[in-house]
Structure formats: structure tokens, C-alpha cells
């Protein structure tokens, strides 16, 4: 289920583009080591390939341990999976405990595992179910990030990323119980993001509509009337997002910390609009 690359040398910090480089000539010892939730596909999968691509070691996390394998098979032999259910508490040790043992840091941690089961009016949601989307969505982040902060971060320093999306920054239809979820995760990004100053930068970033799996009922078979609608002319992909969560995960945004970076192609200037 998961895969790792022997560890010589633990040290490092912030890279240029010109180190990254050199990194993965030299087998990526002492590169930056990032996690990403939920990334086995969608968002998460293509947050995995940015950072692989610019010579960070990955670990990936999913529930399907079948599709996490195929997921690191793709991204080569700098990358590990752990599978499991991001929720769960014994599933965040693990996944810090292994990261340690294999590469001995922990740099860079993307929140993106997410779940919406809630469709339609918040008023007819069960509570329970709203307490579970908010366990994933939101108690997930923050478990991780309690624990990338104790294991290395606290110490050492480095960034968190929390994949949130347009849908927490207003009322959105038939998304209400996404959207709280989405709206209480950047609260808890600002709010990490004071506490954990000056070692850790913690930043957001809210999609719109993008083209994964996990979207797919919101466009699929309407795709170009939805797609006008956003001033750009289209929807967002994966790597839309992927290329902002590198940045944020950068040295080139080294004084930026506690800010939502909206990716949404536009779409939020018709707001109002009819």
C-alpha cells in the first residue's frame, strides 16, 4: 500500500528552483517532503504531480488502497501512499509516524481530503450527516496539522494548505452543508495561521467548479451552458489548483500566511447578476 525511499540526510530547508533541480538529479535526499489528503485522484492527484514535478518527495493519502497504489505507481519512486480515513485519528499518526520514519521531515502538509453527501436545502440535513462532512471536511485539517506541527514543523518550520472552496465564502444552493464546512476550514486556516506564526505559513485556496470526480454531478452533461457562465469561458481543472498550492508551498510566497486564494475562473464577479 505504500512505498518509500531510503533517507540519508534529513537536513534542508526553503529551495530554489535552481536546488529543486539539483534534488531530483541527486535522488531527492534531503528534498521537501509533502503530504496531500484525499490524493489519489482530482485535486489531491494533481497537487502530488506539481510538487513530485518540482523534486519534493510525496506522500499521498486515500481510503481506496487499490486506487492510492495506482496513484503512487504514477508518480514514481519519490512518492508513498498510506490509505485510510482521513478523519481518523489513528490514520493521521500513521501517516506522520511513516512520513518520519522514511524521510525524516514533514515540510509541507495540503488538506484536501473532502466529502458532500449533503445535496440540496442545509434545513432538511440530518444533523448527523452534517456532523460527519464537518468531521472530514474540517477535524481532518486540523488533526493533520496538529501533527505535522508537533512531528517537524513546530520546530523546523514550513507551510499548511487547505483546499476549501467558493462554495465556504457565500450562500451557495443545494451546497449548504459543504459550504459551512468550506467556510469553518478557512476559519481555522486564519486561526492556525496566528497561532503558528513565524515557523508555519498557513494559507487556503477555494476552487470553483473544477472537472474531477468528486464534481461531476454539479457539471456532467450541462458542461458547456455552466461553463459561460464563468467569465473565463470554462471550467477550472486540477492542475489550476495544483499550480496555487505550489506557490503557496514556495519560497516565493515567504510573506504570505493566513490568506484564501480564490481559483474560480472568475465566476465570482456575476455574483448578484441575473
Not at 505507481?73 to 499518526?93: C, F, I, R, T
Request: neutral net charge; proline residues 5%; aromatic residues 6%.
Amino acid at each position: 500500500m505504500w512505498r518509500v525511499v531510503p533517507l540519508t540526510d534529513a537536513d534542508g530547508g526553503a529551495r530554489t528552483a535552481h536546488e529543486a533541480r539539483a534534488g531530483r538529479e541527486q535522488g531527492r535526499d534531503g528534498a521537501p517532503v509533502a503530504v496531500v489528503t484525499g490524493g489519489s485522484r482530482g485535486i489531491g492527484l494533481g497537487v502530488a504531480r506539481a510538487l513530485i514535478a518540482r523534486g519534493d518527495r510525496v506522500c499521498v493519502t486515500g481510503r481506496d488502497a487499490e486506487r492510492l497504489a495506482e496513484a503512487v505507481a504514477e508518480l514514481g519512486p519519490h512518492a508513498m501512499g498510506v490509505a485510510g480515513k482521513a478523519h481518523d485519528p489513528a490514520h493521521q499518526a500513521e501517516v506522520v509516524e511513516r512520513v518520519m520514519a522514511a524521510w525524516g521531515r514533514l515540510d509541507h502538509l495540503v488538506n484536501n481530503a473532502g466529502s458532500n453527501p449533503a445535496f440540496g436545502p442545509l434545513t432538511e440535513v440530518e444533523p448527523a450527516l452534517l456532523a460527519k462532512v464537518f468531521e472530514i471536511n474540517v477535524l481532518s485539517a486540523f488533526g493533520f496539522a496538529r501533527g505535522a506541527w508537533s512531528a517537524w514543523q513546530r520546530e523546523h518550520g514550513g507551510t499548511v494548505v487547505n483546499v476549501s472552496s467558493i462554495a465556504g465564502l457565500g450562500a451557495t444552493p443545494f451546497l449548504g452543508g459543504y459550504g459551512v464546512t468550506k467556510a469553518a476550514l478557512i476559519n481555522l486556516t486564519e486561526q492556525l495561521a496566528q497561532e503558528m506564526a513565524p515557523a508555519v505559513r498557513v494559507n487556503a485556496v477555494a476552487p470553483a467548479v473544477v472537472k474531477t470526480r468528486f464534481a461531476g454531478p454539479l457539471y456532467e452533461g450541462n458542461e458547456e451552458r455552466i461553463a459561460a457562465g464563468y467569465p473565463l469561458r470554462r471550467l477550472g481543472v486540477p492542475a489550476d489548483v495544483a499550480s496555487a498550492v505550489a506557490f503557496l508551498t514556495s519560497p516565493e510566497s515567504s510573506w504570505i500566511t493566513g490568506q484564501t486564494l480564490v481559483i474560480d475562473g472568475g465566476v465570482r464577479l456575476n455574483a448578484g447578476l441575473g
